[in-house]
């Protein structure tokens, strides 16, 4: 069936403009999560949201129709972020960072991983279970490790798409969430030894 | 097999990203060792509670009402009326006409009343987050520019200098003051942009404090919002003029800061654009 042109005409109009809606809302509370985690504070999340809804608003002509589009409009938050205030401050912490291993330990590891961080199911049940602890830890992460393991838990995001977002090689995203892991892990059990040392 | 799966592969089975392959050397091993089993679960488990926990902020209605209605005003004008897609009317009688026009007239007084209040109030919100942003993104790249330490794009205090290195750069042109207030120089220029559009950034130094200005061609955007304010501790101040939109910013007190925008308004007497 041919289309006379001023269908044609309303059919894209419609396609583009409803396109954007469609897509971008039903994202809105991931993006003010992930903006509150990063920034950590109401206020510079919510203009960190606005900000990125303004930027993916202007380009969306230039977003290509079929690609990832939860990869792209999370991908202009966070460089949107990394701008900002907190974000230029996460930045300088990342030299830091980097001089970390892949186990997030700075100092080398005496030890094989198998000898030391063995321990029983129920160990592991107990201090998972501790949601604030878990919290606490989370809080404390570096801004580097906590991105990436906020897409990949919270956002279920596949490594490749965690890649293009935050735009380092799938390599380094591997090894930042076994890092950040490892650090939530060292966290849960220092934090249930101190209470159990307070129990003693 | 005595070598235990490593933190990656343990990570990479939690997260699903492991290929068939892959995955089943990982429970070929794993079948065989209580160690990396436990290893296993805990990732999962590690992996669960954080996906659970990571949901901890809930978005604020009125943030969702504000980005609606951010897209539906940005998103409306991107349509265009389109010719040839009324209705065409219905057969015309007279009595009906007149009654249903004397009827429509006076609902058309009480909507359009509506609709232009209903307006307003879109466009200046609309106005104002747009304020909002900038005044975050200016905030942000002159804290960039401090942070980065580096020496300006042109670096001259001679305003025959400056001003001649933006032509071709940027689309609008801007006159520099000759005399500034006491203390105050200019220390160079950056090409910058702000919601992708080029600006010039025009590096001042009050005493010891630095001092960037803003110069941008002026938005489609009916924008009134007062350019005096203050950010996160950063005194703001500009001006507008039919062209062009100047905003200030620096740590330095705001009398210091508004002599310093004053000299240069002052000055824009003949901006005209560039072809």
Same mark, same amino acid.
């Given at each position: 069936m041919t289309l006379l042109p001023w269908k044609r005409k309303v059919r %894209?109009?419609?396609?583009?403009?409803?396109?954007?809606?469609?897509?971008?809302? /039903?994202?809105?509370?991931?993006?003010?999560?992930?903006?509150?985690?990063?920034? $950590?504070?109401?206020?510079?999340?919510?203009?960190?949201?606005?900000?990125?809804?303004?930027?993916?608003?202007?380009g969306f002509s230039s977003f290509?129709?079929? &690609?990832?589009?939860?990869?792209?409009?999370?991908?202009?938050? @966070?460089?949107?972020?990394?701008?900002? #205030? &907190?974000?230029?401050?996460?930045? $300088?912490t990342?030299?830091?960072?980097?001089?970390?291993?892949?186990?997030?330990?700075?100092?080398?590891?005496?030890?094989?991983?198998?000898?030391?961080?063995?321990?029983?199911?129920?160990?592991? *049940?107990? $201090?998972?279970?501790? @949601?604030?602890?878990l919290e606490r830890a989370l809080q404390k992460l570096p801004a580097s490790l906590l991105e990436v393991i906020l897409l990949c838990d919270m956002e279920e995001l596949k490594y490749k798409e965690i890649a293009t977002i935050l735009d380092i090689p799938i390599g380094t995203v591997m090894s930042r969430i076994a890092r950040a892991r490892a650090f939530l892990r060292r966290e849960l059990q220092s934090g249930t030894t101190l209470a159990r040392e307070e129990r003693a | 097999m005595t070598d235990h799966l490593s933190s990656l592969t343990l990570n990479a089975l939690a997260d699903g990203e492991l290929s068939a392959d892959q995955l089943g050397i990982a429970k070929e091993h794993l079948d065989t060792c209580p160690s990396?089993?436990?290893?296993?679960?805990?990732?999962?488990?590690l992996k669960t509670a954080t996906a659970r926990l990571g949901q901890r902020y809930e978005l604020p209605a009125q943030v969702q009402r504000r980005v609606e209605r951010l897209v539906t005003q940005r998103a409306s004008?991107?349509?265009?009326?389109?010719?040839?897609?009324?209705?065409? /009317? &219905? #057969?015309? #009688?007279?009595?009906?006409?007149?009654?249903?026009?004397?009827?429509?007239?006076?609902?058309?007084?009480i909507l359009c009343n509506g609709v232009f209040v209903q307006r307003r109030t879109h466009q200046s919100e609309v106005a104002s987050v747009s304020h909002s942003a900038l005044i975050t993104e200016i905030c942000d790249q002159h804290i960039a520019t401090l942070a980065a330490n580096l020496p300006p794009q042109v670096l001259s205090s001679d305003r025959h200098t400056v001003k001649p290195w933006f032509q071709g750069k940027i689309p609008f042109s801007f006159n520099l003051p000759e005399n500034l207030p006491a203390d105050t120089k200019l220390d160079g220029a950056n090409l910058t942009y702000l919601h992708n559009h080029p600006v010039a950034q025009l590096l001042y130094s009050i005493g010891r +404090?630095? !001092?960037?200005?803003?110069?941008?061609?002026?938005?489609?955007?009916?924008?009134?919002? /007062?350019?005096?304010?203050? +950010?996160?501790?950063?005194?703001?101040?500009?001006?507008?003029?039919?062209? *062009?939109?100047?905003?200030a910013v620096s740590d !330095?007190?705001?009398? @210091?800061?508004?002599?310093? !925008?004053?000299?240069? %308004?002052?000055?824009? &007497?003949?901006?005209? #654009?560039?072809?």
């Open positions: %894209e109009s419609s396609t583009q403009t409803t396109s954007f809606e469609d897509l971008a809302m /039903p994202l809105l509370p991931s993006l003010y999560n992930l903006a509150s985690w990063l920034t $950590r504070n109401p206020t510079d999340a919510e203009d960190l949201l606005q900000e990125t809804f303004l930027k993916a608003l202007r290509e129709q079929g &690609s990832n589009f939860k990869a792209w409009i999370f991908r202009i938050l @966070r460089n949107t972020y990394l701008t900002s #205030r &907190s974000g230029l401050a996460a930045l $300088r990342i030299a830091l960072d980097d001089e970390l291993d892949e186990y997030g330990d700075s100092e080398p590891r005496q030890y094989p991983e198998g000898v030391i961080d063995r321990q029983t199911p129920e160990m592991n *049940l107990i $201090r998972l279970s501790d @949601r604030v602890a | 990396c089993t436990s290893n296993a679960l805990a990732q999962a488990l004008n991107i349509d265009e009326p389109i010719n040839g897609d009324r209705i065409p /009317p &219905s #057969r015309s #009688r007279k009595w009906i006409a007149f009654s249903g026009w004397a009827t429509a007239a006076a609902l058309l007084v +404090h630095h !001092v960037s200005i803003f110069v941008q061609e002026k938005t489609g955007i009916d924008d009134s919002s /007062p350019l005096m304010a203050e +950010h996160s501790g950063f005194q703001l101040a500009g001006f507008r003029t039919a062209d *062009l939109e100047v905003i !330095v007190d705001s009398t @210091r800061l508004s002599e310093l !925008v004053g000299t240069i %308004e002052r000055t824009q &007497s003949n901006i005209h #654009r560039q072809p």
